[in-house]
Every structure is written in C-alpha cells, then in structure tokens.
C-alpha cells in the first residue's frame, strides 16, 4: 500500500456542513472554473435531491446529487470534482458509489461533452443531443440495468 496515496472516501451527505461543503465545491467548478450563472446553478432542486459526497482527509472534493424524476428512472446531477483531484479516480469512485444507491431500472444523466468517454466507461449510453444547457453543449445519456 502506498502511504503517500490519499484516500477517497463517498458517502450521502450527511450534515448541513456537509452540504454548505458540497455547495462550496459546485460554486467553484461551475460558477468560478466554467461561468455558469449562479442562480442557474443553484436551481432550487437540491432540498429535493439526495446529495452525494467524496471527501479526502476531512475535505469535501466532490459531489453529484441524485433526482428521482420518475418511479423507474433516477436523474444524476451537478457531479464535480475539484480541479486538483481529477484523473486521479476520484470521479469514477463517486459516480459507482452513487450507481450503488440507486434502484431504478434506468438512470440518465446530461454530460458535457467533454466528459462523455468518463461516463461512457462506466456504462452510460449516448441518447440524444447535442444541447446547449448553461450555455454548454452537453448530451442526454442513459444507463438502463
């Protein structure tokens, strides 16, 4: 085992300072890294998600949150990590860990297109797009079980 390698771990968010963390982390990935207006960022939807975080020695890195927009179907959203814990595995541990607490049948999500080959290794299917949301061009993706 490698000492020096962090460990990363995910959970559900489990305190309001988990959450004010978790919001932290969004504002500076889509707010301040990528320029999406804030009240387009902070939708109104995240009291009726189920929020999902990684930490590393105590520090939120990370988050996704999770709709269920349907009784078959659940909606991944808002997944960021920050920038110096990417291409490390991080994400990919998030986004199993989150795949883990789902039950339903079909799970979509709307990728930016920069991040399709990550979504697509973990068995995400394109569907339909592209589509500018934010102002970003993303596309529909679906991972049916």
């Known amino acids: 085992m490698d000492v020096n390698r962090p460990i990363f771990i995910a959970?559900?968010?489990?305190s309001q300072s988990e959450l004010k963390q978790i919001m932290a982390?969004?504002?500076d990935?889509?707010?301040?890294e990528q320029g999406i207006d804030e009240q387009e960022e902070y939708d109104?939807?995240?009291?009726s998600s189920t929020q999902f975080v990684v930490k590393t020695a105590g520090?939120?890195?990370?988050t996704a949150r999770v709709r269920f927009i349907a009784?078959?179907?659940?909606?991944?959203?808002?997944m960021a990590i920050?920038?110096?814990?990417?291409?490390q595995g991080v994400g990919t541990m998030l986004l199993l860990f989150v795949l883990s607490q789902i039950e339903t049948p079909q799970i979509i999500l709307h990728a930016q297109w920069s991040a399709?080959?990550?979504?697509?290794?973990?068995?995400?299917q394109k569907s339909n797009g592209p589509f500018l949301e934010a102002g970003i061009k993303h596309i529909k993706m679906i991972k049916t079980r």
Do not use: Q, T, W
């Open 59 to 62: 520090m939120v890195i990370g």
């Open 116 to 124: 399709i080959p990550f979504y697509k290794n973990c068995g995400f």
């Open 44 to 47: 109104g939807l995240d009291d």
């Open 11 to 14: 959970s559900k968010v489990k």
């Open 71 to 78: 009784a078959n179907c659940a909606k991944i959203e808002r």
């Open 25 to 27: 982390v969004r504002h």
């Open 82 to 87: 920050l920038k110096p814990y990417r291409k």
């Open 29 to 32: 990935v889509f707010v301040k």
